[in-house]
């Protein structure tokens, strides 16, 4: 909730949801993309099942008062915290998270606002069901600092070619997720 005028308003996560069909592999899929602060970014190696290694940034971005259109596309419905709030669970893989990794190392991590291109899924981890997304890319809209300032940044704005958002889906079976 924020307040304009003195009446209180609901915020509302910016979300764009879409199945898609990958005509190389024959597959579906659900895209993601969706604005938000990337909180507790996390770089890693994950040990892959045919023995590789793939480099990895690991967010979570809040979802607000979207609930609803998140249930009704997904046929179940994330776990949302006290707050009715669905934390979106992001993973990048390879290049895209040396990008990502490079670009939080630049600025304050904690205070990074994304628009983040994903493939997603519900999932479910004991009693929780989990919103777990791939991001194959993402932009910077700005930065927040520590004081609340906001700031914008340069930003490798390369996209990705229909190709290598392709080689990202068909390897999302080697996924953990």
Known sequence: MYRQNGAAKKNYTTLDLSHCFNKATGKEFDKISVIGLAKNPVQSVKNMKDGSTKNTVSFEIPISNRNQMISDFF???????????????????????????????????????????????????????????????????????????????????????????????????????
């Open 75 to 177: 046929g179940i419905a994330p776990s949302e915290d006290k707050n009715g709030t669905i934390w979106a669970r992001c993973t990048a893989w390879d290049k895209t998270a040396d990008r990502l990794d490079k670009l939080l190392q630049k600025i304050n991590p904690a205070g990074a606002v994304l628009l983040v291109y994903a493939t997603a899924k519900v999932t479910q981890n004991g009693q929780y069901q989990n919103l777990d997304c791939s991001v194959y890319n993402f932009e910077l809209i700005r930065t927040v600092g520590n004081s609340g300032e906001v700031g914008t940044k340069e930003v490798d704005d390369t996209i990705p070619t229909p190709e290598e958002v392709a080689e990202v889906v068909e390897s999302e079976t080697e996924l953990p997720f």
